[in-house]
Protein backbone atom coordinates (compact mmCIF):
# COMPACT_ATOMS: atom_id res chain seq x y z
CA UNK A 1 0.00 0.00 0.00
CA UNK A 2 1.57 3.66 -0.88
CA UNK A 3 1.35 5.93 1.90
CA UNK A 4 3.99 8.36 3.96
CA UNK A 5 5.21 6.51 7.01
CA UNK A 6 6.41 8.36 10.03
CA UNK A 7 8.96 7.13 13.30
CA UNK A 8 8.79 7.10 15.76
CA UNK A 9 5.35 7.93 16.78
CA UNK A 10 6.65 8.74 20.56
CA UNK A 11 10.03 10.23 21.09
CA UNK A 12 11.63 11.76 23.96
CA UNK A 13 14.14 14.16 24.19
CA UNK A 14 16.35 15.47 26.80
CA UNK A 15 17.24 19.48 26.24
CA UNK A 16 20.49 19.64 25.03
CA UNK A 17 20.22 17.21 22.49
CA UNK A 18 19.07 17.06 18.63
CA UNK A 19 16.79 14.55 17.60
CA UNK A 20 15.96 13.14 14.00
CA UNK A 21 12.11 12.86 12.95
CA UNK A 22 12.15 10.27 10.20
CA UNK A 23 9.38 10.55 7.30
CA UNK A 24 9.21 8.38 4.43
CA UNK A 25 7.06 8.10 1.18
CA UNK A 26 6.15 5.67 -1.53
CA UNK A 27 4.25 7.26 -3.80
CA UNK A 28 6.39 8.49 -5.91
CA UNK A 29 5.69 12.17 -4.51
CA UNK A 30 7.95 15.08 -5.74
CA UNK A 31 6.81 17.72 -2.85
CA UNK A 32 7.33 17.06 0.74
CA UNK A 33 6.37 19.08 4.11
CA UNK A 34 6.95 19.43 7.44
CA UNK A 35 4.67 20.78 9.98
CA UNK A 36 4.45 21.72 13.64
CA UNK A 37 0.85 21.67 15.19
CA UNK A 38 0.17 22.98 18.80
CA UNK A 39 -2.34 23.58 20.33
CA UNK A 40 -4.68 26.45 19.09
CA UNK A 41 -2.31 27.50 16.51
CA UNK A 42 -3.27 25.28 13.77
CA UNK A 43 0.00 23.55 11.41
CA UNK A 44 2.54 26.02 10.62
CA UNK A 45 4.69 25.15 8.10
CA UNK A 46 8.52 24.58 8.94
CA UNK A 47 10.77 23.23 5.78
CA UNK A 48 8.85 21.89 2.47
CA UNK A 49 10.75 20.45 -0.54
CA UNK A 50 9.46 20.59 -3.93
CA UNK A 51 12.43 18.57 -5.92
CA UNK A 52 15.23 16.06 -4.33
CA UNK A 53 18.12 18.31 -3.17
CA UNK A 54 16.60 21.31 -2.71
CA UNK A 55 14.40 22.29 -0.12
CA UNK A 56 13.05 26.19 1.49
CA UNK A 57 12.61 27.19 4.93
CA UNK A 58 8.61 27.71 6.06
CA UNK A 59 7.21 30.16 8.40
CA UNK A 60 9.30 28.58 11.46
CA UNK A 61 11.79 27.38 10.08
CA UNK A 62 14.69 28.19 13.30
CA UNK A 63 15.70 25.60 15.07
CA UNK A 64 15.53 23.16 13.01
CA UNK A 65 17.30 21.49 9.37
CA UNK A 66 16.37 18.83 6.51
CA UNK A 67 18.29 17.60 3.90
CA UNK A 68 16.21 15.87 0.76
CA UNK A 69 19.02 13.40 -0.80
CA UNK A 70 16.28 10.88 -2.42
CA UNK A 71 12.84 11.26 -3.30
CA UNK A 72 11.22 8.91 -1.05
CA UNK A 73 12.78 10.83 2.23
CA UNK A 74 12.58 14.47 4.11
CA UNK A 75 14.24 13.69 7.76
CA UNK A 76 14.07 16.64 9.98
CA UNK A 77 16.29 16.98 12.73
CA UNK A 78 15.11 19.39 15.89
CA UNK A 79 18.50 20.76 17.09
CA UNK A 80 19.17 21.96 20.59
CA UNK A 81 18.85 25.79 19.22
CA UNK A 82 14.64 25.21 19.17
CA UNK A 83 13.94 26.68 22.31
CA UNK A 84 10.44 25.15 22.88
CA UNK A 85 10.31 21.98 20.91
CA UNK A 86 7.86 19.99 22.34
CA UNK A 87 4.71 19.88 20.02
CA UNK A 88 3.14 17.36 17.44
CA UNK A 89 5.05 17.12 14.06
CA UNK A 90 3.16 16.17 10.93
CA UNK A 91 4.92 15.03 7.02
CA UNK A 92 3.22 15.67 4.15
CA UNK A 93 3.54 15.18 0.64
CA UNK A 94 2.27 16.24 -3.00
CA UNK A 95 2.12 15.08 -6.72
CA UNK A 96 4.37 17.70 -8.52
CA UNK A 97 1.83 18.08 -11.47
CA UNK A 98 -2.15 17.14 -12.14
CA UNK A 99 -5.31 18.25 -10.71
CA UNK A 100 -4.67 16.43 -7.67
CA UNK A 101 -3.14 19.21 -5.67
CA UNK A 102 -4.31 17.95 -1.98
CA UNK A 103 -1.29 16.60 0.56
CA UNK A 104 -1.18 13.44 2.19
CA UNK A 105 -0.03 13.33 5.40
CA UNK A 106 1.62 10.61 8.01
CA UNK A 107 0.41 9.72 11.07
CA UNK A 108 2.61 11.96 12.61
CA UNK A 109 5.46 11.90 15.69
CA UNK A 110 4.66 13.54 19.12
CA UNK A 111 8.54 15.14 20.40
CA UNK A 112 8.45 15.46 24.04
CA UNK A 113 11.47 17.55 25.80
CA UNK A 114 11.98 16.02 29.20
CA UNK B 1 0.23 37.40 2.33
CA UNK B 2 -2.13 34.63 2.66
CA UNK B 3 -4.46 34.26 5.72
CA UNK B 4 -6.83 31.40 6.67
CA UNK B 5 -9.17 32.06 9.42
CA UNK B 6 -11.67 29.63 11.31
CA UNK B 7 -13.25 32.14 13.94
CA UNK B 8 -15.28 29.08 15.79
CA UNK B 9 -12.82 26.96 17.87
CA UNK B 10 -15.25 24.72 18.34
CA UNK B 11 -18.85 23.31 17.68
CA UNK B 12 -21.49 20.75 18.99
CA UNK B 13 -24.51 18.56 16.73
CA UNK B 14 -26.71 16.21 17.58
CA UNK B 15 -26.28 13.52 15.90
CA UNK B 16 -27.80 13.24 12.33
CA UNK B 17 -28.11 16.65 12.25
CA UNK B 18 -26.58 19.39 9.92
CA UNK B 19 -23.55 21.79 11.04
CA UNK B 20 -21.99 24.43 9.10
CA UNK B 21 -17.98 25.24 9.59
CA UNK B 22 -16.78 28.72 8.92
CA UNK B 23 -13.62 29.92 7.11
CA UNK B 24 -12.61 32.66 5.79
CA UNK B 25 -9.52 33.60 4.11
CA UNK B 26 -7.78 36.59 2.40
CA UNK B 27 -5.61 36.49 -0.90
CA UNK B 28 -5.28 38.75 -3.76
CA UNK B 29 -4.46 36.05 -6.47
CA UNK B 30 -7.18 34.91 -8.34
CA UNK B 31 -7.15 31.22 -8.97
CA UNK B 32 -6.03 28.64 -6.13
CA UNK B 33 -7.29 25.56 -4.31
CA UNK B 34 -9.20 25.08 -0.91
CA UNK B 35 -9.08 22.40 0.82
CA UNK B 36 -10.97 20.96 4.16
CA UNK B 37 -8.87 18.04 6.64
CA UNK B 38 -10.32 16.22 9.07
CA UNK B 39 -8.28 15.45 11.97
CA UNK B 40 -9.87 12.61 14.25
CA UNK B 41 -8.29 11.76 18.06
CA UNK B 42 -5.79 9.13 15.73
CA UNK B 43 -4.42 12.66 14.72
CA UNK B 44 -4.29 11.23 11.37
CA UNK B 45 -4.78 14.29 8.71
CA UNK B 46 -7.64 13.00 6.10
CA UNK B 47 -8.70 15.02 3.29
CA UNK B 48 -12.57 15.68 3.71
CA UNK B 49 -12.75 18.25 0.37
CA UNK B 50 -11.13 20.40 -2.21
CA UNK B 51 -12.64 23.00 -4.22
CA UNK B 52 -10.68 24.56 -7.16
CA UNK B 53 -11.23 28.88 -7.04
CA UNK B 54 -11.93 28.56 -10.77
CA UNK B 55 -14.63 26.28 -10.35
CA UNK B 56 -18.40 27.93 -9.57
CA UNK B 57 -20.02 24.56 -8.57
CA UNK B 58 -19.57 23.83 -5.26
CA UNK B 59 -17.80 20.76 -4.14
CA UNK B 60 -19.35 17.77 -3.06
CA UNK B 61 -18.77 14.74 -1.47
CA UNK B 62 -20.98 12.53 0.15
CA UNK B 63 -22.70 13.99 3.41
CA UNK B 64 -20.18 16.80 2.91
CA UNK B 65 -20.21 19.99 1.04
CA UNK B 66 -19.01 23.57 0.76
CA UNK B 67 -20.31 27.07 0.20
CA UNK B 68 -17.78 28.38 -2.37
CA UNK B 69 -18.33 32.66 -1.47
CA UNK B 70 -15.41 33.75 -4.00
CA UNK B 71 -16.18 37.35 -3.69
CA UNK B 72 -16.59 37.08 -0.33
CA UNK B 73 -13.41 34.77 0.54
CA UNK B 74 -15.40 32.77 2.39
CA UNK B 75 -15.62 28.65 2.12
CA UNK B 76 -17.86 26.90 4.73
CA UNK B 77 -17.75 23.59 5.40
CA UNK B 78 -21.77 21.94 6.04
CA UNK B 79 -21.91 18.49 7.45
CA UNK B 80 -25.21 16.68 6.88
CA UNK B 81 -26.75 13.90 8.93
CA UNK B 82 -23.57 14.23 11.46
CA UNK B 83 -22.14 10.87 12.90
CA UNK B 84 -20.18 9.88 15.82
CA UNK B 85 -17.60 9.52 14.08
CA UNK B 86 -17.21 13.17 12.18
CA UNK B 87 -16.30 14.03 15.58
CA UNK B 88 -12.67 15.45 15.34
CA UNK B 89 -10.58 18.79 14.40
CA UNK B 90 -11.27 20.16 10.80
CA UNK B 91 -9.12 22.51 9.05
CA UNK B 92 -9.28 24.70 6.01
CA UNK B 93 -6.49 24.95 3.98
CA UNK B 94 -5.26 27.43 0.93
CA UNK B 95 -3.04 26.65 -1.67
CA UNK B 96 -2.25 28.99 -4.38
CA UNK B 97 -2.52 27.55 -7.76
CA UNK B 98 0.33 29.27 -9.50
CA UNK B 99 2.67 26.93 -10.90
CA UNK B 100 5.56 29.43 -10.56
CA UNK B 101 5.47 29.98 -7.03
CA UNK B 102 5.94 27.81 -4.09
CA UNK B 103 3.53 24.84 -3.25
CA UNK B 104 3.03 26.04 0.20
CA UNK B 105 -0.13 25.65 2.07
CA UNK B 106 -1.84 27.88 4.54
CA UNK B 107 -4.13 26.42 7.39
CA UNK B 108 -6.24 27.79 9.53
CA UNK B 109 -6.21 26.92 13.15
CA UNK B 110 -9.01 24.51 13.70
CA UNK B 111 -12.56 24.01 14.50
CA UNK B 112 -13.50 21.32 16.86
CA UNK B 113 -16.44 19.52 16.12
CA UNK B 114 -18.20 17.12 19.20
CA UNK B 115 -21.57 14.64 17.73
CA UNK B 116 -23.65 14.88 20.43
CA UNK B 117 -25.34 11.49 20.79
Known amino acids: DGGITQSPKYLFRKEGQNVTLSCEQNLNHDAMYWYRQDPGQGLRLIYYSQIVNDFQKGDIAEGYSVSREKKESFPLTVTSAQKNPTAFYLC?????????????FGPGTRLTVL | AQTVTQSQPEMSVQEAETVTLSCTYDTSESDYYLFWYKQPPSRQMILVIR??????QNATENRFSVNFQKAAKSFSLKISDSQLGDAAMYFC??????????????FGTGTRLKVLA
Open chain 1, 92 to 104: ASKVGQGPYNEQF
Open chain 2, 93 to 106: AYRSRSTSGTYKYI
Open chain 2, 51 to 56: QEAYKQ
